[in-house]
């Protein structure tokens, strides 16, 4: 019998299939997507900076202490399978276009540095000469001043996760995709097996230890392991370009739109806030929006052509916090869900916490506040961000 089976095969579900499996631990995976049709690979990649500092809440604390693993997993990760994930440090532009962005940057700023982020104010003209490509905007009123954030990374989700899924294979992990589970079965307080159809045919998985890190998915599945998981999804649709050569050497940030420079010459632009069910399709509304702000801040570029476009559901919870931990009403079930925005960011330190978990180890933050069960209160952190993104659309 399988030690452990992961329901779900984004970056969070293989990266957690990799930690077990690095223990020594039999690991099955069962995926209802490929891996192009995650919200992992949908992901834009940018790792805003992440420093320790004192009394930082536990979502900082997952945050920093994921992003120090990246580094060491990058590195082991090119080590193992010859992919390079594409982490770097690109450093991070925030422009603003208006007194209104000014202001609300400054705000962030005081609270960047608060936590120890380098940050930089820059005027428009010290703007245009750090990135030339958006000299025409400055020229144009578009961008004002903005601030310069050099520790600000990038990373590549889909080499990412063609990384992972190597090393995992490489240290016996099955994986299934296109197997979709359709029911847990639990008795005496125990996951027995789940039940799981691919290509037409239903089988029962048993396994020593479940994980449930289906993504947005999650949420319908945890109520057979006695949980009520708010999670929420959430569209967020990005279009990536091919241009003669790349314009810009940083990741401009405007409000929750972005621009992400990559080496190999392309744009991506993104990312849409959509509460649009699970629905993961693209729309010519939203990316023709994308296109209007990359011309907006590059302004017209000859010869860039839209090469692709694609869309991910983000699995919110009600207080920004995600779901991980032991679920109470069944003692070998696990749940890693619900990271919103910072999955791939937090998709480390998850897969350890989980993995310590599993094995009776002490884990190296407190997790308390990740609890499954617990009781987010009124908080509404995912309409928090549906009103904002509505807000700068306008």
């Not at 990316?287 to 991910?312: K, N």
């Not at 987010?376 to 009103?387: Q, S």
């Amino acid at each position: 019998m399988t030690d452990v089976c992961i329901i779900g095969g984004g970056i969070i579900g293989l990266s957690i299939a990799r930690e077990l499996a690095g223990r020594g631990l039999s690991v099955r995976v069962l995926s209802r997507e490929t891996g192009r049709d995650t919200a992992s690979w949908a992901a834009a990649g940018i790792f805003p900076p992440a420093p320790r500092y004192a009394g930082m809440p536990p979502g900082d604390e997952l945050t920093a202490w994921s992003d120090e693993l990246h580094r060491e997993w990058a590195r082991d990760l090119l080590e193992e399978t010859g992919i390079h994930n594409g982490l770097r440090e690109c450093g991070g532009l925030h422009v603003a276009a208006d007194a209104d962005a000014v202001a609300r940057l400054t705000a962030d700023a005081r609270g960047w540095t608060a936590k120890g982020i380098r940050c930089e104010r820059l005027d428009a003209a010290a703007l245009a000469a750090l990135e030339p490509a958006l000299a025409e905007a400055v020229a144009r009123g578009r961008i004002v001043a903005g601030f310069l954030l050099p520790a600000e990374m990038q990373i590549r989700p889909p080499r990412l996760l063609q990384a992972l899924r190597r090393s995992c294979l490489s240290r016996g992990v099955r994986l299934d995709e296109g197997a979709e589970v359709r029911d847990v079965v639990v008795r005496g307080g125990r996951a027995e097996a789940v039940v799981a159809e691919a290509g037409g045919r239903a089988e029962a998985v048993p396994a020593g230890h479940y994980v449930l890190a289906a993504g947005a998915w999650s949420g319908r599945l945890a109520e057979s392991l006695g949980l009520r998981l708010a999670t929420r999804p959430i569209r967020g649709q990005i279009a990536l370009l091919r241009l003669p050569r790349q314009t810009l050497t940083r990741v401009v940030n405007r409000g929750l739109a972005y621009l992400v420079p990559r080496e190999d010459g392309r744009l991506l632009a993104g990312s849409t806030i959509e509460d649009a069910g699970f629905d993961a399709t693209t729309t010519p509304a939203a990316i023709d929006g994308l296109l209007r702000m990359v011309h907006d801040l590059l302004g017209e570029i000859g010869d860039a052509t839209l090469e692709q476009s694609w869309a991910g559901l983000r699995p919110g919870s009600p207080d920004g916090l995600p779901f991980i931990g032991r679920s109470p009403a069944c003692d070998n079930a696990f749940v890693a869900a619900g990271h919103f925005r910072a999955g791939l960011h937090q998709s480390t330190g998850t897969a350890v916490l989980v993995a310590d978990m599993i094995c009776r180890n002490p884990t190296a933050i407190d997790a308390a506040a990740f609890a499954p069960d617990r009781m987010p209160g009124t908080n509404d952190a995912v309409g928090e961000y549906l009103a904002r993104a509505t807000a700068e659309a306008t």
